[in-house]
């Protein structure tokens, strides 16, 4: 890719960014959110068209109009949403848009013997005739990945394909992409964690607000190196932690059930307390019930059995407001959905739990001189980057965003805070000052429940570890002596040994 | 209440049954293609009607029946493809143009009646094919194989619908639009293409649908003469679970129950007409109130497609 130029409505996205890949080389995309990772590959899979520059593919230049383009030319993409229809088998996922072999009807059987075949050679196992929604994500990867090959790609882009893996999951991942890379695969690997890209890569390519940091060999790089290249600045990759000095219990949860979407139980006998002045974190890969067991801690699910008690106080049925009254904030997994309102302004959102009393209403009426004091405090306080308060939400970054809903519900000086995937697509700067902003709370004697599947997140905040599998409590460690195998044997299954 | 259980009556009412359940089949299997590939069609009842008036008006002017029925898939194909424009490239609310489309047909077909024919016309429809063998089944055989070309036309479609559903790579991508159209488009299938295809083609068999009563079951056209029958068919796709046989299933309990109430009004039973009438919409409201199941419908159902968005 030469000299590759895109730009959205009022962003430059991709600025002059040049790049390659060479046949049998695992190359690394590194870059913050934001940075144009994305779009550039989204460019790659003719699903945007560069505004100028060259995409060149085996010495030809190519222009595609459509993904169909890109398969054709031997481009595949495994997406970071997946892109695979639940209702279907993994054969039909794999077959969707082929021609088949017999016209127009169904070669089925056919597809599920060559699937078998690559996945054979590639340690890809899954079932041809499985239903999508079944499988567990690790597998609904391996099906994206199958479904690359199975196209014939010799050009595969995985983007942050580690994202949803365990730490054994990831490993597995791996060793396929190393054999495929070996096969003469050209792999093109895009992921803002350090050491999977210190780990895989052969070069590494950094990209910063749009443009080209570099492209380095990576056996010259350390993580340091590449932290300062991606974030433009010095960053500390460890925080100074005075060691905790836990006080009385603040939340306890004991024995609860509750059902999940699907109509069986997501959170099953889940036992677990925590004490003031403590961050407790709650590893798990996505799924496992993590986002159930923060909707009934914060009163938007019903559990089915066993009991919450908040500041020693029951509020296993308790509404939402109920449990802000007691002392308990919550920043939500989907901030864009249930965080903030996003057509809704800075000011409007800053307010949006306490707009019902004094100092911000009166009998009623809004005093808007108070609030707007208020939004320009959190505003300063949080450095949310933000043109006006009275720009809508949806027009602020990711980090900003976070940044906003963090200072609304810390500004309230709760002695409880649930916090689910706080820094979940936030980029580096503001992870660190949102972790910054989560250690002063616990330096203030506020009791943290950190439910994350960023497991480095995970370690580097918490005291405690308890890790959640299939909805179940797999065990709590003590977060200094805890390993990363041990911890990655607790998110696939393995009970904790006491 | 125990004369409408001799067995003439009961004869009678299979037969009925059988004859009634054709408009609601073709509507229903057309409107279950369109729905599964991601597109709500509320215009269905006005599509009949446009139908209903088109064969009947050519058959009556050339008397050719089979130019009639092809008038009628036209003219549904055509408001099946004014229906994709609006919803898969203006991306329009779908349940809101939908209803627009049905007041369209309503308007335009009451408008064409009164201008072209004047009045109340009639001609002599797809007569009753005896199929030998089967027809001379005991008992049931006289009631269940001596129909007309489109009564039968309209029993075979669903288990073309299903193959086509099931068996064809046409098929998988039809499914494959209607769960996910972001994973389909990523693998170069044109969402597109395929909602036009298929709201057409439901068009096309909406259109049918309205032929079916105006030159084969009633042989007549009047203003509004479905009467609701093209919303009991969206009903009725969601009844059937967007399935073919399940539509089945749902275009026979509800003709039978049409039937019964025919026959309850001819018996002169004691129920008021009234109520009698009302019988098959009563019943489109309690199926619709316990038989969906809402994890059978198409993830991408009344959802516009645009490339890019998560």
Redesign the interface.
């Given at each position: 890719m030469v000299d590759i130029v895109k730009r959205f409505p009022g962003v430059l996205a991709n600025d002059g960014v040049s790049f390659d890949v060479r046949a049998g080389e695992v190359h690394a995309l590194l870059g913050e959110n934001g940075a144009g990772k994305s779009t550039l590959m989204?460019q790659l899979?003719g699903?945007?068209r560069p505004d100028s520059g060259q995409i060149i593919i085996d010495g030809q230049p190519r222009v595609f109009h459509?993904?169909?383009d890109a398969?054709k030319a031997g481009v595949g993409?495994i997406?970071q949403?997946?892109?695979?229809?639940?209702?279907?088998t993994v054969a039909?996922?794999v077959?969707?848009?082929?021609?088949?072999s017999r016209g127009?009807?169904?070669d089925l059987d056919r597809v599920a013997e060559r699937i078998r075949a690559l996945a054979e050679r590639y340690g890809l196992k899954v079932d041809p005739s499985a239903v999508v929604w079944q499988l567990s994500v690790g597998e609904q990867q391996r099906v994206e990945i199958l479904?690359a090959l199975y196209r014939g790609a010799s050009l595969l882009v995985l983007d942050e394909p580690t994202a949803v893996l365990t730490p054994q999951e990831a490993e597995e991942l791996f060793v396929t992409l190393r054999q495929m890379a070996a096969d003469g695969h050209a792999l093109i690997f895009i992921s803002h964690k350090l050491h999977e890209v210190l780990a895989l890569s052969n070069r590494v390519t950094v990209l910063r607000d749009g443009r080209m940091v570099g492209t380095y060999p990576t056996t010259e790089m350390t993580r340091a190196d590449l932290a300062r290249l991606m974030v433009g600045r010095e960053v500390l990759l460890q925080y100074d932690r005075p060691p905790a000095k836990p006080g009385e219990e603040r939340l306890k949860i004991d024995g609860l059930w509750t059902v999940g979407d699907r109509g069986t139980d997501a959170v099953r006998d889940f036992t677990l307390s925590v004490r003031a002045g403590e961050i407790v974190g709650l590893a798990g890969v996505s799924g496992n019930g993590q986002r159930e067991l923060a909707e009934v801690l914060t009163g938007l699910r019903k559990p089915s059995k066993g009991a919450v008690t908040l500041n020693g106080k029951d509020v296993t049925h308790a509404s939402p407001a109920e449990r802000i009254a007691a002392g308990q904030c919550a920043i939500p997994e989907e901030r864009m959905r249930t965080g903030v309102i996003k057509d809704f302004s800075v000011l409007e959102n800053a307010i949006l739990c306490d707009h019902g009393h004094a100092p911000y209403s009166h009998q009623t009426l809004l005093d808007f001189k108070t609030i707007a004091a208020h939004t320009q405090q959190l505003i300063a306080d949080y450095a949310v980057k933000t043109p006006t308060a009275d720009t809508p939400v949806k027009n602020l970054s990711g980090g900003n965003i976070q940044k906003l809903i963090l200072a609304r519900e810390l500004c309230r000086k709760p002695t409880v805070v649930i916090a689910a995937q706080p820094t979940r697509g936030v980029d580096i700067g503001a992870s660190e000052y949102i972790h910054h902003r989560l250690l002063e709370q616990r330096a203030s004697g506020t009791a943290t429940l950190l439910i994350s599947e960023d497991l480095d997140e995970i370690r580097a905040l918490s005291d405690r570890i308890a890790v959640i599998f299939e909805g179940r409590l797999m065990g709590v460690v003590d977060a200094a002596t805890a390993t990363a195998e041990s911890l990655g044997l607790m998110m696939a299954g393995t009970r904790h040994a006491d | 209440m125990s004369e409408l259980f001799t067995l003439p009556v009961l004869l009678g009412i299979l037969y009925s049954g059988i004859r009634l359940a054709t408009p609601y089949l073709y509507a229903a299997i057309g409107e279950a293609l369109s729905q599964r590939a991601g597109v709500l069609n509320l215009g269905v009842e006005g599509i009949m009607l446009m139908g209903a008036y088109a064969a009947f008006f050519v058959a009556w002017r050339t008397e050719n029946l089979w130019l009639g029925l092809g008038a009628a898939a036209l003219v549904g194909a055509a408001m099946g493809l004014m229906m994709a424009y609006i919803s898969v490239t203006l991306r329009a609310v779908q349940g809101i143009s939908g209803i627009g489309l049905h007041l369209f047909g309503l308007g335009l077909s009451t408008l064409l009646f009164k201008t072209t024919m004047g009045g109340v016309q009639s001609i002599s429809g797809f007569k009753p094919i005896r199929i030998p063998i089967l027809a001379d089944i005991p008992l049931i055989g006289e009631q269940m194989f001596n129909h007309s070309i489109l009564v039968y036309l309209a029993f075979l479609l669903v288990p073309v619908a299903h193959w086509v559903l099931n068996g064809t790579t046409l098929g998988l991508k039809i499914r494959a639009v209607g769960q996910n159209p972001a994973a389909a488009d990523s693998l170069g299938v044109s969402v597109m293409k395929i909602r036009y295809l298929m709201v057409s083609v439901g068009g096309m068999f909406a259109g049918i649908a309205g032929a079916s009563l105006s030159i084969a079951l009633i042989n007549l056209f009047q203003e509004n003469m479905t009467n609701g029958q093209g919303f009991i068919a969206v009903a009725l796709v969601y009844f059937g679970g967007w399935k073919p046989w399940g539509v089945l299933g749902g275009a026979l309990l509800f003709s039978f129950v049409q039937a019964l109430q025919l026959w309850i009004q001819v018996k002169d039973i004691n129920i008021p007409s009234d109520i009698a009438v009302m019988m098959p919409y009563l019943l489109t409201i309690l199926a619709l109130t316990f038989a969906v199941r809402r994890s059978d419908q198409p993830a991408a159902l009344t959802k516009p497609f645009e490339r890019g968005e998560a």
């Open positions: 989204r899979y699903l945007y459509s993904p169909s398969i993409m997406h949403h997946f892109m695979l229809v639940s209702s279907l039909e996922n077959a969707l848009g082929l021609p088949s127009a009807r169904l479904k | -």
